[in-house]
């Protein structure tokens, strides 16, 4: 396990840093080790490449298992190791499905529901010897099975065979301190948000800044997500495995992500490494220097990425929806981008987008877990504020988007993936600040579950065998809503799966609902909401989000009133009014099928 945590537990890792980043073999790669108690276990190393990299790409892999036969772990590399470790270890202790899932595997595997504790212990005193002995043990190329999914058509021509040489802790206490939510407001107009909560010894930052696909030019599509992710790869003063090895030694992880309305960076780590790891994340997020060749590899990453959509069912089917449900608008867009715009993309227009974007009127960080709420509060005051980020304007006023149609629409794309088709069907809903925002999320809970799969929709179309999956979700952005459904199936069943979907929401429109139902439906939601926000980082998340986007900090606190405040009646007429003209798309092989009628 040990040797898993050490070749490709964070971004700093040996096969991620050499294989992916220096040497550019792999887009991808994971480690991961087996070790059940009833039959002999195994170890893997899983990497995406091109196919002319497949040969050098395992070449390299066995040369880092022949590194570690050879010659003990560096001390640095073993401690690092012991901190992902331990870290999720600590992350399985935040929620209640996390504890309990814990107690009940370890009494399953032994006998022992509290193993786990004594397993991180145990762990702990693993040496480099002992890793350097199990390598030669277990790294054996007579026990070595080596797996290829290649293109079709594409001809493997080298044959495989590189050898490889030899062959009681002290749970949480009961008393925890959880504060109320401090909020700080800076010259430069950032806000901030600390929470303590000492239940385990994390803490998660959360930085998010209005912008997302309403920010982007359309020729510029895609520009948001790359410029988080390349904000990470670099400044004046860290290079991108600098960055990635502060958090990991910190025993965490720092990430980036963009969407439809913001996008965000985030980061965890142990609650003592706080003073040491926040200065990394402020000088990540607020001075990134952009490399050209950063820029380059993830632009690569991106194209790769982007091409891979047209094999693959979901990416492609709602591509194709999103682009016919709202036209040249922004929601339109891919968040990911187009080949034609990420193409054309430059370090300089990666520059110029953060500088417009990230600024102080237009952020909300929030720091949640074990920490010390004033000394937190002077630490980010001297990295946050007026002379490391600007103020600027509060973001513009955000354009509106098209008038809802007045019919209903079908569009039909052919698909070469012959096994399923999608169906996705939208209508046009209200924004998350909207009053009618709770009573079609309880329309939603009704005929789909909430998260998990239930409803009427479920019940229906998996009772008849018509679909694999079936979902519907009451989505709500800043400027508009949608109230989505989607259905996976088999390409000859389309027809009856739409015919099937259209039944039910007419039914919702006679307002066929029970007290039953209403009252599970808000119940199930209700948990969901809770189950959502267990842990610092989730809490952190919504919070940062709800308050950047006028909803408040505290928003999620007055769910539960503003959820059993909807009646019957509000679910019937929202039902009325929302579900009458939809967009309707299918992607499968079998277009005339669906045409036809």
């Known amino acids: 396990d040990v040797m898993m945590y050490v070749l490709a537990a964070g971004e700093s890792s040996p096969l991620r840093v050499e294989l992916r980043d220096r040497k550019k073999l792999a887009l991808s790669i994971i480690a991961a080790s087996w070790t059940p108690s009833y039959v002999d276990g195994s170890f893997l190393v899983s990497g995406m490449c091109m196919p002319e990299n497949w040969s050098a790409l395992r070449d390299a892999i066995l040369a880092e298992f022949v590194r570690l036969a050879d010659s003990p772990l560096k001390p640095e590399e ?37 193993f786990d504790d004594a397993y991180v212990k145990r762990l702990n005193q693993v040496t480099a010897a002992q890793v350097q002995a199990a390598a030669k043990k277990y790294f054996d190329t007579n026990k070595l099975l080596t797996t290829l ?17 030899g062959s009681s802790t002290t749970r949480p206490d009961s008393g925890i301190v959880v504060t109320p939510v401090r909020k700080i407001t800076l010259d430069n107009g950032l806000t901030v948000l600390l929470r303590r909560n000492s239940a385990v010894p994390l803490v998660a930052v959360q930085m998010h800044f209005a912008g997302g696909l309403l920010a982007e030019k359309p020729e510029q599509n895609g520009i948001c997500q790359l410029m988080a992710r390349t904000a990470l790869r670099g400044t004046k003063t860290r290079s991108a495995r600098d960055i990635a090895a502060a958090f990991e030694d910190a025993g965490g992880s720092i990430e980036a992500n ?23 994340f402020a000088d990540a997020v607020l001075a990134p220097t952009f490399p050209a060749d950063e820029v380059d590899q993830l632009k690569k990453q991106t194209l790769a990425a982007i091409a891979r ?43 110029a987008f953060h500088k417009q974007c990230v600024l ?13 709420l004033d000394a937190t509060e002077k630490l980010v005051r001297q990295l946050f504020g007026k002379d490391a980020l600007a103020a600027g304007e509060p973001a ?15 569009f039909v794309q052919s698909s070469k ?8 069907m939208g209508f046009r809903a ?7 925002y709770f009573a079609l999320t309880m329309l939603d809970t009704i005929i789909s579950g909430y998260n998990l799969p239930s409803g009427w929709l479920h019940e229906t179309l998996r009772g008849r065998q018509l679909v694999y999956v079936v979902h519907a979700m009451n989505i709500g952005w800043r400027q508009t809503g949608l109230f989505y459904i989607y259905a996976q199936c088999q390409p000859d069943k389309v027809r009856q799966v739409i015919d099937g979907i259209n039944e039910q929401l007419a039914k919702a429109r006679r307002g066929e609902f029970t007290a039953e139902e209403l009252s599970s439906a808000k119940s199930t939601a209700l948990a969901g909401e809770l189950m959502d926000l267990q842990t610092n980082d989730e809490l952190a998340a919504r919070c940062a989000l709800d308050e950047l986007l006028g909803l408040g900090y505290d928003n999620y606190e007055k769910l539960a009133d503003r959820i059993n405040a909807v009646t019957i009646a509000d679910v019937a007429r929202v039902a009325r009014k929302y579900l009458a003209n939809s967009v309707t798309t299918v992607t499968t092989c079998l277009p005339g099928a669906v045409e036809k009628k």
């Open 78 to 114: 073993l401690a690092q190791a012991k901190r992902q470790a331990l870290v999720q270890h600590i992350r399985s202790l935040e929620t209640a499905a996390g504890i309990g899932g814990m107690l009940a595997s370890s009494q399953l595997a032994v006998g022992e529901a509290h």
């Open 360 to 372: 102080g009127r237009n952020g909300v960080l929030a720091i949640f877990g074990d920490i010390d």
């Open 149 to 165: 999914i290649v293109p079709k058509g594409y001809k493997v021509l080298t044959s495989p065979g590189t050898a490889v040489p």
């Open 258 to 280: 963009s969407g439809k309305n913001t996008f965000s960076f985030s980061a965890s780590m142990l609650s003592d490494q706080l003073a040491a790891t926040l200065p990394v």
């Open 396 to 410: 513009p006023q955000l354009p509106a988007p098209p008038a809802a149609g007045d019919k209903t629409q079908l």
């Open 417 to 424: 993936l012959t096994k399923a088709a999608e169906v996705d």
């Open 430 to 436: 209200v924004s998350f600040n909207d009053k009618d």
């Open 309 to 351: 959509t047209d094999d693959q069912l979901e990416p492609s089917a709602s591509r194709f929806f999103f682009a016919r449900m709202f036209g040249d608008f922004a929601y339109g867009r891919p968040a990911i981008g187009a080949t034609e715009t990420v193409g054309k993309l430059t370090a300089a227009d990666v520059t």
